[in-house]
């Protein structure tokens, strides 16, 4: 089936592209009754949101939400809850001279490829804009998730560029994180990535880095073998937002060059099922949660726009040197991190009904 | 839906447990007229077949496959293709004083966890014995693959705990991965893999690593924005086998070190369509295939059955002291090659198909 | 999955109630380049519309449709086209009465048995609204097929009450079914149609009826056995609409009573291929078309809002006696006639896309 | 996707051909811990096979079922349930004089046009053999909705031919149907259908009729609109039986003749929610379960095959006069009852599932 729709339960599509005259989403598969409003969703969005700090782009988006459909008298209907978000600071013709050239390391050409036609209006449905969709469904998963189970999901940036910061991942607080406009709970490192990312930015060039999440109060028992194992379902929910490249789970590559006897999480005796001593499994055996933190890391390329010159070909095969102009982030990692939480939080609400449909007899 | 299920338009069940009656895997929409027998599928599932050579499990199981139904006078009729592969050497005894013992870092709680009941005869289907059926459909897939596309799928083992290989992705063969029984094309690097899995198994312990996949000759245009884009695609396919913990695409975790200017791919003109000179894409760009080579890495942990004592707890909560027995593997990556070429052939399989359904008009 | 879904390729979702904000719909999976515009859409929304003639619900809304994104420069994108609809003369004051009262065969009474909340403004998403996400969805499909394959779907009213048409289904055209505002294209039956209508409307009665569907120009191949054939899948989606109580395909009911060797269809060869001297199969054998015209019948239940006083129960277990108030449709045929269209071509587009998997080699 | 799967929770795939070596089915999605054995799936599969009266096909099969995978020490694990069948009285010679002809009425002629091959022995897949897939899953639907909900579904013969039954929906019981192997619960209608029957076979023709389903103790609230409604989900379940050529749920086309106040079902107060004083609802309103019974009749052409010369085409389109030889049925009826029955069960477990995840708050 087509690509814009996430989940099976609670399920999601999304749409809009990024100079359009809307971005939004449906979720088909919110339980009845749950109490929920603009007031619950707007957070996340503003988390989001361009301009929101000198660090990322300066698109001037209110991204204000209006539910259309599925909320009634304050509470979920069951039907599908429409949100959507006007795009207002479009401004097309600064696109322009772009119209014909394929920017390197976007998704120009590739679009062009696949479709044979591509909304050049900064990049069109490939524009991080897409994302204002699913970070509204994650808001709506957080509240589901956080009434039935407690759980709570929280992610930050552990790295720009080559500056890595230290967390420690079980006592780590939202508050420690929002303290900084580039969300990371480590001040120091916080410090060092501002400026490297205020660097790049002088010089025309961007940086990537590493997100890392945590979801706290999951219960052992979600996650669907063998194919839609719950880290399964993380890893392609993560590589599916932009920019993403690489996935970790627990120990994830550093743990592939252990021995099994430093890597296996011993278990102990725990007030509700075992518990392991380590968390080398992120939470995760067998592809079914554990009852400990789920952890997973997701690593994102530096941003393919940069104002230096770059050669490339336009489409008519001809090589050209494009000198990019329009608003940009030089780094998306702050911006990413409501984004991973948003994966986070959709792929634990339809696991979590899922497993409903398990746990019958 | 459940689990067990893969793929859209080229989709795959899969059934059976480590020691029931049989493995096997129904493949539905493989497209007509295909010429297809029982010698397009043994060769792949013999690479992946315990007792292939002394560095995997000693189990005996010939892995003889047979096709059910789907296949009439050498062609695919359009049907599901069923296949199936009988359990020999199932020695449940060998299993019964765990059947009440929680594994390290198995899927024995969490299976308890999740379904209240489980078949502890050599972890049933939290056993490798599961992917038997991911085998011969992919083997069908490529057979699809190479018939309609001219793709070829190939993976080798890059790292087995501390030893990296070095090996040139564009040129590599199948001949040279399939030279030494750990599949790895550089034979430096093979002999010191060989060495540090004995010196594991001799010291009753495992090691993990990693498996570098290439996909030539696939076109430009596959992947379906946004959630099911060609890299997520990827990802939760490489995740949903058993102990993979880490995917990157491309570049990865690495390229998120870098600056834009260092990672973007220029393009150049080539003969059809525009061509990267790096490519740092792993051939993916907005999550659409861009012509050139697909490229992934998978970590895969330690194998979890190690022959050491190890603190655990069983099933009423009592903490014990498992030692395990049962044949086992002391390092999964040589038969993780096989898997990981398979789920990329079923994820290029079912995009290959899907874009049919696109480039229309 | 959640039910607001439908199509696997060519794949809508709709939202909306009845009173809410507005109504709409996603499609997914339009294939990019096809012309598109609001002007294809709003013709099949006119049809659907209240108020359009004496014979329909008077409430007020001009149904005005707004393609909020997929749609770039005249053409689609291959990303999901958003349409939206805006509810303007909701008049939620008109249902208040009935807020607490279980109408008789409506859906109040189950939508409080499975959600515990309704809207229980007009109906909420029980409303025949909702079903004009779909009747724009299936103006996008008419597009496509009309392009693709020179498809036509067209359908009447072949029988109010006790009131049968005769109608010769090869001949029958669009002009002769809009000819009159019961669409019924035998104008001596469309006379006493409309006769039966105005009676029962001022009985503060209501009356069912049958909608005839033919499709033109569909190619042999469709359909995909066995649960997807092209008949169950028209069967599922006519049921779906409100007030459907019946489907048959081709010879139906009656074929049920006949001889074998009364109803088989004699083959004799044809320019394309075999063709049928009859068409009691109603171009559909083994699930899949055979060339000949799709020929379809659903049968309406009278509306379940009538004037008449009516027994019935409260929210909370009391007996009540209704007199409903609020507007509403004596006979909902002339207004189901685009929604049996809607349906047919959605299941035509997305099977027709599904082939495209299928005849590859 | 592909057409051979059906059900979203509780969802199975099967496969086999008439003459290919097995048929079968997996179930994947059943909850884990309930009670099965093979014992719970033969005597539904007794009930489909043929030589079971001297009113079906004289083939002779014993299908007896094997359980392959899922069950574990006599319950479920809540994986896979494949289930197979071995071909064993399969005469492909018998079919070999009419390899190259399309039969009228059969789906020879579509399986070429779709697939461009077929397996002409014995209809392939698309012969009813391919039911037996479907009954094994309908029986541990069966058995699951006894357990969770005490849900009761039986089918009988209500018409072949001119004959028609006259049976309290209300009352019957699997005796009364069973106690003749027309199954038909009036024992008058039934000597009469069986005299017609036997007077069809010998004159070398076939008779149709209809079966009609009911479901008792059905909870309200099961149902998925708005496309997923159960009535819609019965309309697509039951027109994917072979030879199914109507569906109706309720009062169906007749209802469509009855005016608003004689149609309408009143409610009054019931010990658990609302009851309808009639059901010409059929048990579900607005697409979903009222807590009446369910009602539904399904319509079944006459058998295509018969023994009288018909004119047809060969595959080189050049006109032949078929006289088919081969085992059939003069009547399909007495064994369509266990595969609407199997519809209707797949359909309520999926539902009842599914309703597990809207029940949460």
Tied chains: 1, 2, 3, 4.
């Excluded at 795009?87 to 590739?110: K, L, Q, V």
């Excluded at 252990?258 to 055996?285: M, Y």
Aim: proline letters at 6%; one cysteine or more; glycine letters at 12%.
């Amino acid at each position: 089936m087509a690509g814009n729709s996430f989940g099976d339960l609670f399920r999601i599509t999304t749409f809009g592209e990024s100079h359009g005259g809307a971005v939004g989403v449906i979720v088909d598969g919110c339980p009845p009754r749950l109490e929920l409003s603009e007031a619950d969703i707007q957070p996340d969005l503003d988390r989001r949101r361009p301009g929101q700090s000198h660090l990322v782009t300066q698109r001037r988006e209110d991204d204000r939400v209006t539910i259309v459909s599925g909320v009634f008298e304050g509470r979920t209907l069951g039907t599908p809850i429409a949100m959507q978000v006007s795009n207002r600071d479009a401004r097309p013709g600064a696109y322009e001279h772009m119209a014909h050239i394929y920017r390197p390391s976007h998704a120009d050409w590739t679009t062009d490829a696949k479709f044979g036609v591509r909304n050049w209006q900064g990049g069109g449905r490939a524009s991080a804009r897409e994302t204002v969709g699913r970070v509204a469904a994650g808001a709506v998963a957080r509240v589901l998730l956080r009434r039935v189970a407690g759980i709570e999901v929280l992610a930050w940036v552990s790295s720009v560029g080559s500056v890595d910061a230290t967390v420690d991942l079980s006592t780590v607080t939202p508050g420690e994180i929002e303290a900084n406009p580039v969300r990371c709970p480590d001040p120091e490192a916080a410090a060092a990535m501002t400026s490297a990312i205020e660097t790049a930015r002088r010089d025309g060039d961007s940086l990537g880095g590493v997100v890392t999440c945590v979801a706290r109060g999951v219960p052992a028992g979600l996650g669907e073998p063998v194919f839609d194992k719950l880290d399964a379902a993380l890893a392609g929910a993560m590589i599916s937002l932009p920019a993403a490249k690489g996935f970790e789970s627990g120990s994830g590559f550093a743990g592939s060059r252990r021995r099994g006897s430093e890597h296996n999480d011993p278990f102990v005796p725990g007030a509700e099922g075992p518990r392991t001593l380590a968390n080398r499994s992120g939470g995760i055996q067998g592809g079914i949660s554990n009852g400990a933190d789920i952890v997973c890391r997701v690593a994102f390329k530096p941003t393919a726009t940069i104002s230096r010159p770059q050669e490339t070909v336009d489409d008519e095969g001809n090589p050209v040197v494009l000198e990019a102009r329009g608003r940009h982030d030089p780094c998306v990692l702050p911006r990413a991190v409501p984004l991973v939480e948003a994966m986070t939080l959709l792929v634990l609400a339809d696991h979590w009904l899922r497993q409903r449909a398990v746990d019958v007899l």
